[in-house]
T-cell receptor, first 117, second 111 residues
Framework: DTGVSQDPRHKITKRGQNVTFRCDPISEHNRLYWYRQTLGQGPEFLTYFQNEAQLEKSRLLSDRFSAERPKGSFSTLEIQRTEQGDSAMYLC???????????????FGSGTQLSVL | DQQVKQNSPSLSVQEGRISILNCDYTNSMFDYFLWYKKYPAEGPTFLISISSIKDKNEDGRFTVFLNKSAKHLSLHIVPSQPGDSAVYFCATGGATNKLIFGTGTLLAVQP
């Protein structure tokens, strides 16, 4: 399977705990994105990497959130001291910068569903 | 503020008929637009895109129309099939490298 892989698929945690999600992008893609989706909303941009460099972060990404892509391949998203409002689907996507912006469509993983109790 | 709006949260269509999903945007600087389809428990998948230099793009049963003066785009699915039942998101990007998504429209195609 050469698609975007996310782990775990589901995570249930208690308020105040830390959680970490992993994303493995399509291997030849140099851009990796994190989005968050809540019920009834579209995916909201959180952050993106080009290779190992984190180039943009949304103001939605509070200090409790940190994302890394240490070797320009897989990425992790950590949420510290989780709150109930963090409950959402966290989606990872990847794309290639080869070609025009119009061709830079994102390929999404199946997401990690986080429930904070 | 919602830069991309999908004002119809749901749409029900009979199999074989046309489905029309609508999307409005606020920023005239957006220069490309995409539609994504999402099934439950899966990530969104790319469906079709259009550049602002065009007003129509067609791919099989799917056609996207862009009206720049009205800042409006629509997705037409003809003929609609039960397998098309999903949530459809319009998305757009501009000078930035991220996509901005609408809130989605749930399409139900009745057999």
């Amino acid at each position: 399977d050469t698609g975007v892989s996310q782990d775990p698929r589901h995570k249930i945690t208690k308020r105040g705990q830390n959680v970490t999600f992993r994303c493995d992008p399509i291997s030849e893609h140099n851009r990796l994105y994190w989005y968050r989706q809540t019920l009834g909303q579209g995916p909201e941009f959180l952050t993106y990497f080009q290779n190992e460099a984190q180039l943009e972060k949304s103001r939605l990404l509070s200090d409790r959130f940190s994302a890394e892509r240490p070797k320009g391949s897989f990425s992790t998203l950590e949420i510290q001291r989780t709150e109930q409002g963090d409950s959402a689907m966290y989606l990872c996507a990847s794309s290639s910068t080869a070609g025009t912006a119009l061709n830079e469509k994102l390929f999404f993983g199946s997401g990690t569903q986080l429930s904070v109790l | 503020d919602q830069q991309v709006k999908q004002n119809s949260p749901s749409l029900s269509v009979q199999e074989g008929r046309i489905s029309i999903l609508n999307c409005d945007y606020t920023n005239s600087m957006f220069d490309y637009f995409l539609w994504y389809k999402k099934y439950p428990a899966e990530g969104p998948t790319f469906l079709i895109s259009i550049s602002s230099i065009k007003d129509k793009n067609e791919d099989g049963r799917f056609t996207v129309f862009l009206n720049k003066s009205a800042k409006h785009l629509s997705l037409h699915i003809v003929p609609s099939q039960p397998g098309d039942s999903a949530v459809y998101f319009c998305a757009t990007g501009g000078a930035t490298n991220k996509l901005i998504f609408g809130t989605g429209t749930l399409l139900a195609v009745q057999p």
